[in-house]
């Protein structure tokens, strides 16, 4: 009978977990703040990150974030210095630099590239070619 509960509980720990990442994976800054809001040690939450997503947790929060800051270039009438503020980043230059390094071009170059132009500011009319696009 216990066994029972406990194989029907599994379930729950599992979505709890995921729920809780989702939850709180913008607000963190790196993954041990992540394992921390979660209320999680950083070995448990690295351990069961790995089980349930199958990646790290690093690639996947770069990951997210990287689509996040895309996501507003593309879809949002925000300025550069306001995407780094909404996407958590510490300064202007941290922001310019995660851009260059990961999305290969900085944010205001980007924006000129890829926003969509119903959104306004620094819309390009020039549509991306897809050798462009392969940012994600």
């Known amino acids: 009978e216990m066994d029972i509960l406990i194989k029907l ?5 599992q979505y709890s977990f995921i729920d809780s ?3 709180h994976h913008s607000e963190a800054k790196d993954v041990k703040e992540l394992a921390a809001l979660c209320g ?8 069961l990150f790995n089980t349930h997503f199958h990646i790290s947790p690093y690639k996947w929060m770069l990951k997210q974030r990287k689509e996040q800051v895309m996501y507003l270039i ?11 503020d909404r996407c958590n980043f510490s300064s202007a230059g941290n922001f310019n630099t995660f851009c260059k390094k990961h999305l290969g071009d900085t944010p205001g170059n980007l924006i000129a590239r890829y926003r ?21």
């Open 9 to 13: 509980a599994e379930p729950l720990h």
């Open 21 to 23: 990442v989702f939850k």
């Open 40 to 47: 999680y040690s950083y070995s448990t939450f690295k351990r």
């Open 74 to 84: 593309q879809f949002s009438p925000f300025l550069p210095f306001e995407i780094a």
């Open 116 to 136: 969509q132009p119903q959104f306004g500011r620094f819309a390009s009319s020039v549509e991306p070619d897809e050798e462009s696009t392969s940012y994600l």
